[in-house]
Nanobody, 128 residues
């Protein structure tokens, strides 16, 4: 499956952005668990959020819980990350990823090694 993230940009602290990840090819889209990860300059990649195959289970990093919401539209092969109350420390390149085997625990959802496919990221810059 090929993944492409979009929707990044420059926003002031306290603002909102909605990222999208579109999928093409591969198996049925609803057979993949999907995740968002981010990487800030000079830092390691970190988990942001994940959603299971039907959107019924979601997982979030503590740093974004209550501010970010992950969702998916299987019919349109899209995954979204709604980001509210953005902070300068949210500045990073955000990438989406697909897990062919699904995720059933928070630990699995947050582990980059669980994901088989990665898309190019989109840059989010939050100014103070």
């Amino acid at each position: 499956v090929q993944l492409q993230a979009s929707g990044g940009g420059l926003v002031q602290a306290g603002g909102s952005l909605r990222l999208s990840c579109s999928a093409s090819g591969g198996r049925m889209f609803n057979s993949y668990a999907m995740g968002w990860f981010r990487q800030a300059p000079g830092k390691e990649r970190e988990f942001v959020a994940a959603v299971n195959w039907n959107g019924g289970e979601t997982y979030y990093a503590d740093s974004v819980k209550g501010r970010f919401t992950i969702s998916r539209d299987n019919a349109k092969k899209l995954v979204f990350l709604q980001m509210n109350s953005l902070k300068p420390e949210d500045t990073a390149v955000y990438s989406c990823a697909a897990d062919s085997y699904g995720v059933t625990t928070a630990q699995a959802a947050s582990n980059p090694a669980e994901y088989d496919y990665w898309g190019q990221g989109t840059l989010v810059t939050v100014s103070s």
